[in-house]
């Protein structure tokens, strides 16, 4: 995407190669791969399970419900289903000891049923982009548990799933 490249706290080291025209950053995690996975992962089932217990324990915790490599592949293709052409922009990216803190916008057509707390979205056309926060615990180099926040509302609101309420006039006040 354009725009500056993504900010960033710890070692500021350039990679040679650049990450969606800005810079890449040397980082004990790789994040991009993990992006990578959850916006183009693998079509045959294994190699998707595989790739996925590459990065995250199976099962890894994600906000406190126990997920299969498997269950991430469903909700990753799910995503992919959803959303044609997929891109993100890493906001903010913090590293400390065992924890990464990925703060991310994902971007994308939606063309598929988008999965929400509201039930399946149907597909729009629209181009909508989401906000994501993830805190990841890492135990052994891979994802153990996740806290993730994400601006679902902000999603539902460009989809058109949902829409702010008129309050109307401002009632006077009791005196």
Do not use: C
């Given at each position: 995407?354009?725009g500056?490249?993504?900010?960033?706290?710890?070692p500021?080291?350039?990679?040679?190669?650049p990450?969606?025209?800005?810079?890449?950053?040397?980082?004990?995690?790789d994040?991009?791969?993990l992006?990578?996975l959850?916006t183009?992962?693998?079509?045959?089932d294994?190699?998707?399970?595989?790739?996925f217990?590459?990065?995250?324990?199976?099962?890894v915790?994600v906000?406190?419900?126990?997920?299969?490599a498997?269950?991430l592949v469903?909700?990753?293709?799910?995503?992919?289903?959803?959303?044609?052409?997929p891109e993100?922009?890493?906001?903010?990216?913090?590293e400390?000891?065992?924890?990464?803190?990925?703060?991310?916008?994902?971007?994308?057509?939606?063309?598929g049923?988008?999965g929400?707390?509201?039930?399946a979205?149907p597909?729009t056309?629209?181009?909508?982009?989401?906000?994501v926060?993830?805190?990841?615990?890492l135990?052994?180099?891979?994802?153990?548990?996740?806290?993730?926040?994400?601006?679902?509302?902000?999603?539902?609101?460009?989809?058109?799933?949902?829409?702010l309420v008129?309050p109307?006039?401002?009632?006077p006040?009791?005196?």
């Open positions: 995407m354009a500056s490249p993504p900010r960033r706290r710890g500021r080291r350039p990679l040679a190669a990450f969606r025209g800005a810079p890449r950053w040397r980082m004990a995690y994040t991009d791969a992006l990578d959850w183009a992962p693998p079509d045959d294994a190699a998707a399970s595989a790739a217990r590459a990065l995250y324990t199976d099962p915790v906000n406190g419900v126990p997920l299969t498997s269950d469903t909700r990753a293709r799910a995503l992919r289903a959803a959303l044609a052409d993100r922009e890493v906001l903010e990216l913090v400390d000891g065992d924890k990464v803190v990925v703060a991310f916008r994902l971007t994308g057509r939606h063309v049923p988008l929400s707390a509201l039930g979205v597909a056309g629209r181009t909508v982009s989401m906000r926060v993830d805190v990841l615990t135990e052994g180099g891979r994802i153990a548990r996740i806290q993730m926040v994400a601006d679902e509302l902000g999603l539902l609101l460009q989809a058109g799933a949902v829409a008129d109307g006039p401002p009632s006040a009791a005196g």
